[in-house]
């Protein structure tokens, strides 16, 4: 059984991370969204929040299950025997950060990453950028694959 991990914040779910999951879930058995959970992160929604609209996304899918974690994610995926994780790349920027990171994942726990372009239509979504509207009283509604409210 191929299963997947694919870890972030969501803080919140935006549509290039709905793209991202939905081109990967052909690939593998099962897919595990994991919401981190990091005590010295300051998040604008509560994790109860994000892993609800991530269960109005994806709930309806058998191969998806919605999970919060903390501590290493490679850790979390030895736990789930998920040999593989799941990133989104957008530009050089993630794919500098990123290489590093799935470097230590492959050394720490053998986990092979899985990279995936983003479309040119979602490269310039960030849930930073949405936090900084959505605290701005702008709508994201175009963005976004659920109604959020603050
Ligand atoms: P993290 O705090 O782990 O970066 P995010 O929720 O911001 O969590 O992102 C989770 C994953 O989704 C990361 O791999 C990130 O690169 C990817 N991602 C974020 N935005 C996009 C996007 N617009 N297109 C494709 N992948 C994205």
Not at 69 to 93: E, H, Q, V, W
């Amino acid at each position: 059984m191929k299963t997947a991990v694919f870890p972030g914040s969501f803080d919140p779910i935006h549509n290039g991370h709905r793209e991202i999951v939905e081109r990967m879930l052909p690939l593998f058995d099962k897919l595990i969204m994991a919401v981190g959970v990091n005590a010295d992160k300051k998040y604008l929604f509560t994790t109860e929040q994000r892993l609800q609209w991530l269960k109005e996304v994806f709930g309806n899918e058998p191969k998806i299950s919605i999970e919060q974690y903390s501590g290493l994610t490679a850790d979390f995926c030895k736990k789930r025997n998920a040999a593989y994780l799941i990133r989104g790349l957008r530009n050089s920027s993630d794919f500098e950060f990123e290489k590093a990171i799935a470097q230590m994942n492959r050394k720490l726990g053998g986990i092979e990453t899985v990279f995936v372009i983003s479309s040119p239509e979602h490269a310039p979504l960030s849930s930073t950028i949405l936090r900084d509207i959505i605290v701005n009283g702008g709508s994201v509604n175009d963005l976004v694959p659920v109604k959020i409210t603050m």
